[in-house]
């Protein structure tokens, strides 16, 4: 059964600082590669996906992430934060052949002024 | 174009009463998926619907839970008999088409509604 492994519970990051979220996934393909957002009593906004071809893809809001296949891993970046991101964060992996997204426990981000 | 509509946003019910929980897709979309997300926890599969059709139910409580997506009108996910740990935050997606194919994949995104909480005192 795949599964999606995001780290970090937990980040507290500095405004105009950088930030970097972290995301593993198991599966035996390649398979399609979500970042959504939600933000407090709201619903999820997708960030950005992957699905093939450049593995360093951009978002929304300044975000990119990057595929690294070796690594099995879908980090998620942003090269300065702004307190509007404080929000959770989810990775999320799609079968290429099947329809449910199955979701990482989420990182919770909080923006220090 | 409005987007994957849920109502009540936030509903109470009673141990032993009954819950039910409304999705309206995207417009022109056919696909709806129904998760669950507990307190602390991501979120978890439950169902998959397309009009009239259950497709995947394997994250559905074998018992008290049910989901329809009628020819007409909303998804409906219903919890009969509520008890307190079904105090979730639901979500509801759609998408407009799935399957392979080069242009399946560029549209095989769900789009997600801003959830039911549900309270069950």
């Known amino acids: 059964a795949q599964s999606v492994t995001q780290p970090d519970i937990h980040i507290t990051v500095s405004e105009g600082a950088s930030l970097e979220l972290r995301c593993n996934y198991s599966y035996g393909a390649t398979p399609y590669l979500f970042w959504y957002v939600q933000s407090p009593g709201q619903g999820l906004q997708l960030l950005l996906k992957y699905f093939s071809g450049d593995t360093l893809v951009q978002g929304i809001k300044g975000f990119e992430a990057e595929f690294k296949r070796s690594q099995s891993s879908f980090n998620l970046r942003k090269p300065s934060v702004h307190w509007s991101d404080a929000a959770e964060y989810f990775c999320a992996v799609l079968k290429a052949a099947g329809n449910k997204l199955t979701f990482g426990g989420g990182t919770r981000v909080l923006v220090k002024p | 174009n409005a987007g994957v509509m849920q109502n009540p946003r936030h509903l109470v019910r009673r141990r032993g009463q009954e819950a039910r929980l409304r999705c309206s897709p995207m417009k022109g979309h056919s696909h709806v998926y129904w998760y669950r997300q507990l307190p602390e926890e991501g979120l978890k599969f439950m169902v998959y619907?397309?009009?009239?059709?259950?497709?995947?139910e394997s994250g559905m409580p074998k018992e008290r839970f049910s989901a329809e997506f009628p020819k007409e009108g909303p998804s409906i996910l219903r919890i009969q008999q509520v008890v307190r740990g079904d105090s979730a935050a639901y979500f509801c997606?759609?998408?407009?088409?799935?399957?392979?194919?080069?242009?399946?994949?560029?549209?095989?995104?769900?789009?997600f509604g801003a959830g039911t909480r549900l309270s069950v005192l």
């Open positions: 619907l397309q009009k009239e059709n259950i497709i995947d």
């Open positions: 997606a759609s998408s407009p088409i799935s399957g392979t194919g080069v242009f399946a994949k560029a549209k095989n995104i769900q789009y």
